[in-house]
């Protein structure tokens, strides 16, 4: 199997949150019928899933219109992703980067439906998984590892959505304490990810090199 593709399926899987996801489902949707549940998941994973694609095909003409490297895409990436990783090691509350802020919380309370806001965006479609998907993307170097790419942002998708329709159950099975220990062990595999692409960005750039030249 594809080396892209078992490090774009850690890197989604973490960013998209889906060991999260099923708790603030359950808590959004406890008042809801399963059917309504249903509608809300399936839209919610399509609308996130559209998204994602879209910077997913357009990550590189993103770049180019901004002036926007590889290698700096790499760095910037690797913290971004070691700051989500911290929050699910030492089970913070989630800064936004793959999660709500306590404002969009407050809001989302307020909402019949939860399928576009906060559903969509920004629990699966939020700046972290949108971030992964650009540098995952802008990094293939052939055809083949950027389908690759894509194939493990649908697979995590399609788990996504297979865990908010089993999200009450979830819950109910694993607990606070099943899924904090979920999230910590993605989360210091997400870490050793960052890590590298923070590596990998410093080298490509020729920043190291040049620093060693006297």
Not at 48 to 60: P, T
Not at 71 to 88: E, K, N, S, V, W
Not at 116 to 125: E, T
Not at 147 to 165: P, Q
Request: aromatic share 8%; glycine share 10%; hydrophobic share 55%.
């Amino acid at each position: 199997m594809s080396n892209t593709f078992l490090v774009a399926l850690a890197t989604f899987f973490a960013t998209v949150g889906v060991a999260d996801i099923a708790f603030i489902f359950a808590g959004l949707t406890r008042d809801h019928t399963s059917h309504e549940r249903f509608i809300f998941a399936t839209r919610g994973v399509v609308i996130a899933a559209i998204i994602l694609l879209m910077f997913g095909l357009l990550g590189s003409r993103v770049l180019d219109l901004f002036g926007i490297t590889i290698p700096a895409l790499r760095t910037a990436g690797g913290i971004l992703l070691m700051l989500i990783a911290i929050d699910m090691v030492f089970a913070r509350h989630h800064s936004g980067g793959t999660g709500t802020t306590d404002e969009e919380d407050q809001e989302s309370k307020k909402r019949h439906d939860i399928s576009v806001f906060p559903l969509a965006m920004p629990l699966l479609a939020g700046p972290g998984a949108i971030s992964a998907v650009i540098l995952m993307t802008a990094s293939t170097r052939n055809d083949f590892d950027y389908w690759m790419v894509l194939l493990a942002l649908g697979l995590i998708l399609f788990l996504s959505w297979v865990t908010l329709l089993l999200a009450i159950p979830i819950q109910r099975l694993l607990g606070l304490t099943g899924l904090a220990v979920v999230s910590r062990v993605v989360g210091i595999l997400l870490a050793a990810l960052a890590v590298q692409f923070v590596f990998d960005g410093l080298m490509t750039s020729g920043l190291l090199g040049a620093a060693a030249k006297p």
